[in-house]
């Protein structure tokens, strides 16, 4: 965190104190967005979770029974294994990806799809049919647990990021930014009232300096026509000359 004494090298004029206040208001207003973001990430990163451990419970119920199933299977039918060897030559569930966009975020999503073809149709005709078609089923349904589960667990690692870095700048934004923009301005504004009161205090100065200056050209010019009996010609307003600058109180 920076220093209570850091603030932006500017020089005070009102200018600058406007262009200050612009940025105070946009760093407040990306404050908002950004804090927005974060909840808006967080409440799905909370769903995902609450998805994760639902999917990883009913992952571990179909592994059991897939398990269990295979060993009847095996029972039933005997060694399956070289008879599903024989008939693998393509995928029979295959994955396909696509993308949810969550605050600005593109989440990868991953779905399961099953082209149609069965290699397996005839597998077990002999014996063990139904075994065999039970094994299938929940191993298939295995698998599709196994595809949602991977796209849910790369979800919740690629919102963790964007959460943490969401999270520092909110952060630097609130705690480093905005402080730093209002004690520039508060400086600006100090530097420009003290300005303004040296500048009054100058022009008090100069105001009471010239009423002096009056009082005593005035008291000299009484003093010249009591000595002068009031022979004294009064000035002509007409002639030429410089007047003084008369100054309002």
């Given at each position: 965190m920076?220093?209570?004494?850091?603030?932006?090298?500017?020089f005070?004029?009102r200018?600058a104190l406007?262009?200050m206040?612009?940025?105070l208001?946009g760093?407040?207003k990306g404050?908002?967005l950004?804090?927005?973001k974060a909840?808006?990430?967080?409440?799905?990163?909370?769903?995902?979770l609450?998805?994760?451990?639902?999917t990883?419970?009913l992952?571990?119920?179909?592994?059991k029974?897939?398990?269990f199933?295979?060993t009847?299977?095996?029972y039933?039918a005997?060694d399956i294994?070289?008879?599903v060897?024989q008939n693998?030559?393509?995928?029979?569930?295959?994955v396909r990806?696509?993308k949810?966009n969550?605050a600005?975020?593109t989440?990868?999503?991953?779905e399961?799809?099953?082209?149609g073809?069965d290699?397996f149709?005839?597998?077990?005709?002999?014996?063990?049919?139904q075994?065999?078609?039970?094994?299938?089923?929940f191993?298939s349904?295995a698998?599709t647990?196994?595809?949602?589960l991977?796209?849910?667990?790369t979800?919740?690692i690629?919102l963790d990021?964007v959460?943490?870095?969401?999270n520092?700048?909110?952060?630097?934004?609130e705690?480093?930014?905005?402080?730093?923009?209002?004690?520039t301005?508060a400086?600006i504004?100090?530097?420009l009232?003290?300005r303004?009161?040296?500048?009054?205090?100058?022009l008090k100065?100069i105001?009471?300096k010239?009423?002096?200056?009056?009082a005593?050209?005035?008291?000299?010019?009484?003093l010249?026509?009591?000595?002068?009996?009031?022979s004294r010609?009064?000035?002509?307003?007409?002639?030429s000359?410089v007047?003084?600058d008369?100054?309002f109180t």
């Amino acid at each position: 965190m920076s220093g209570q004494g850091d603030k932006i090298n500017v020089f005070p004029s009102r200018m600058a104190l406007q262009i200050m206040k612009g940025r105070l208001k946009g760093a407040q207003k990306g404050h908002s967005l950004l804090k927005k973001k974060a909840d808006a990430l967080t409440m799905r990163f909370r769903q995902i979770l609450a998805k994760i451990i639902e999917t990883k419970t009913l992952m571990g119920e179909v592994m059991k029974q897939a398990t269990f199933s295979l060993t009847e299977a095996v029972y039933a039918a005997g060694d399956i294994g070289p008879v599903v060897m024989q008939n693998v030559d393509k995928a029979q569930t295959k994955v396909r990806s696509k993308k949810d966009n969550v605050a600005g975020v593109t989440l990868p999503v991953f779905e399961s799809y099953t082209d149609g073809s069965d290699t397996f149709q005839w597998t077990g005709l002999s014996r063990g049919g139904q075994q065999v078609a039970r094994c299938k089923e929940f191993f298939s349904k295995a698998v599709t647990l196994m595809v949602e589960l991977a796209s849910l667990q790369t979800s919740f690692i690629t919102l963790d990021e964007v959460i943490k870095i969401t999270n520092r700048r909110v952060n630097a934004i609130e705690h480093v930014i905005i402080p730093r923009i209002e004690r520039t301005i508060a400086y600006i504004t100090t530097e420009l009232d003290e300005r303004e009161r040296e500048e009054f205090y100058r022009l008090k100065k100069i105001q009471e300096k010239k009423k002096e200056m009056r009082a005593k050209k005035e008291a000299a010019l009484a003093l010249l026509n009591t000595t002068d009996g009031g022979s004294r010609e009064a000035p002509n307003l007409l002639a030429s000359g410089v007047d003084e600058d008369i100054l309002f109180t």
